[in-house]
């Protein structure tokens, strides 16, 4: 007769071979399971690795794969020549008992601290939750293009590689890593650049980049120029480093460099933000004429320029203008990318490239952010670029968000062709809206919404002057881009 246990634990055992769980981890996590609840107890034994394969009709090498998980983790202890029983594992926490007069209240964990702290209205969260179907951003790659079987390939290569072990354990490095090596080659071979790997600094995001580099840049109270419709993720970092933000105008040829001249004095500006390749989020190119003059009235007024140059690797027609940072001879530019972002996002990464003696400070600051890093990213990144890949991803998605762009450039033409205004861009992911009769832009995303299309408030710009969208298009194929244009005509035929 089968013995309790043994009816017991077919009871409470089941499992899929066709899961990507591995067999005897969907055994071992239900056995735990049965022992936390008590229908296990301390000292039970288990039936032997033989026996437990008959009864559940598996491999006896899985049996003994569930009873050495288990042991592992010390939930049984394994006896040579005796069996297998069940533990209880000690607690590693005792319990502490309250007082008297708040008893009811020591199981629910407090929503509010007993102590004051500092609190920034500007970093709120500008996230939006919707159930709608369908959601224009501000310029997003597309995930479903990335190779999901590749990138497993590649990552599993990355993770085999012997030396990431002799890496993890370096306390510091004496020289350049193999990544910071590739990634200097790269940006000298696309951007135009001659720097060393002392020149460069590789953080997770552009948005750490920004961080790391406006509180080394920034005081109370220092002056940042911005353009009148800016980034407001950048605006929130400046904020929150202290700065007294001032806006100038941008027009065709992008931010309005004239401006700065006839309305501040030498040394009254800490730094100018630009994105001279892209203005966010107008998309309009600033000028090499404009180029020029800023770098010459930079070394004039002595402040500095932070260049985010956030999709440069997006240009369909014609070459990408180069950072104003390759041609910056006097250490007056801060340069800011992103590489990867036809890769996974976990996989892209920021970087910076400045004189030696700031990105210096800016690595000391990252120790205190990123100690860690990613060793594992940095391996296959380097692997990318050295075998060609990352150029080769590049280009394959280009070409599919250019008829993106074209296509939807077709679609506004006939659903909108007298309502807005647009510039078809070179380059980038998204086009500058705007429309000719002023509506509520807030009514068009409420409106929108009962359509099944989400509009964040993130890409509604509205003032005096103003209303216009930033309508991202990389992250929609074509027959989303059709639906996403019916239906944002259907809401503006409601509103108007």
């Known amino acids: 007769m089968n013995s309790p246990v043994n009816n017991l634990l077919k009871q409470l055992i089941f499992f899929e071979k066709s899961s990507s769980t591995a067999v005897y981890i969907q055994i071992a996590q239900q056995i735990i399971n049965a022992i936390q609840r008590g229908y296990l107890s301390k000292g039970t034994a288990l039936p032997g690795t033989r026996s437990f394969s008959q ?21 049984v202890e394994i006896l040579p020549n005796k069996g297998t029983f069940v533990l209880l594992p000690e607690q590693r926490t005792a319990p502490i008992k309250a007082s008297v007069q708040q008893l009811d209240q020591v ?23 919707t159930n709608a179907k369908y959601t224009i951003n501000d310029g997003q790659p597309d995930l479903r293009l990335h190779p999901v079987h590749q990138f497993s390939r590649w990552y599993s290569a990355a ?12 306390t510091s490095e004496l020289s350049a890593s193999v990544f910071e090596t590739q990634l200097c080659n790269y940006l000298n071979a696309t951007r135009g650049f001659h720097i060393q790997p002392n020149d460069l600094l590789s953080t997770r995001s552009t948005e750490m980049s920004l961080y790391i580099v406006s509180q080394l840049l920034i005081k109370q109270n220092d002056v940042v120029i911005v353009g009148q419709l800016g980034n407001y993720a950048s605006n929130m970092i400046f904020q929150q480093a202290g700065a007294a933000i001032r806006t100038i105008p941008v027009d065709a040829h992008g931010l309005d460099v004239g401006f700065i001249r006839t309305h501040f004095v030498k040394g009254s500006i800490r730094c100018v933000y630009v994105c001279a390749h892209r203005h966010y989020p107008t998309t309009k190119t600033l000028s090499a004429e404009r180029r020029l003059k800023l770098l010459e009235l930079a070394k004039a007024y002595q402040f500095a320029i932070i260049e985010d140059d956030y999709d440069y690797d997006f240009q369909f027609e014609g070459s990408a203008m180069l950072p104003m940072a390759s041609a910056d001879a006097n250490g007056l530019v ?14 892209q990464t920021g970087f910076v490239v400045a004189p030696e003696n700031l990105i210096l400070e ?27 890949e990352m150029y080769r991803l590049v280009k394959k998605n280009v070409i599919v968000y250019k008829q993106r762009r074209d296509y939807l450039c077709s679609l506004l033409k006939t659903y909108f062709k007298d309502i807005i205004s647009y510039e078809i861009p070179a380059g980038g992911l998204a086009i500058w809206l705007q429309f000719k009769s002023k509506i509520s832009l807030v009514k068009l995303a ?40 019916e239906r944002l005509k259907r809401a503006y035929d409601e509103v108007a």
């Open 55 to 75: 009864i559940f009709g598996i491999h006896r090498n899985t049996a003994v794969a569930v009873y050495d998980e288990l042991a592992s983790q010390g939930w």
């Open 107 to 129: 199981y629910n964990y407090s929503k509010t601290t007993g102590f004051p702290f500092q609190q920034s209205f500007h970093l709120a969260s500008t996230a939006q939750e």
């Open 159 to 170: 993770m085999k590689r012997k030396s990431l072990i002799s890496k993890w354990n370096h």
């Open 334 to 347: 801060i340069y800011l990318g992103k590489l990867g972002q036809s890769l996974f996002p976990s996989f």
């Open 362 to 388: 800016a690595k000391n600051y990252l120790q205190l952010l990123d100690r860690q890093g990613d060793l594992i990213q940095e391996q296959m990144l380097s692997e990318l670029i050295s075998e060609g």
């Open 446 to 485: 409420e409106q929108a919404e009962k359509h099944d299309l989400f509009l964040p408030k993130t890409i509604l710009y509205q003032d005096a002057e103003t209303c216009a969208i930033r309508f991202g298009f990389g992250h929609l194929n074509e027959e989303e881009i059709q639906f996403v244009v």
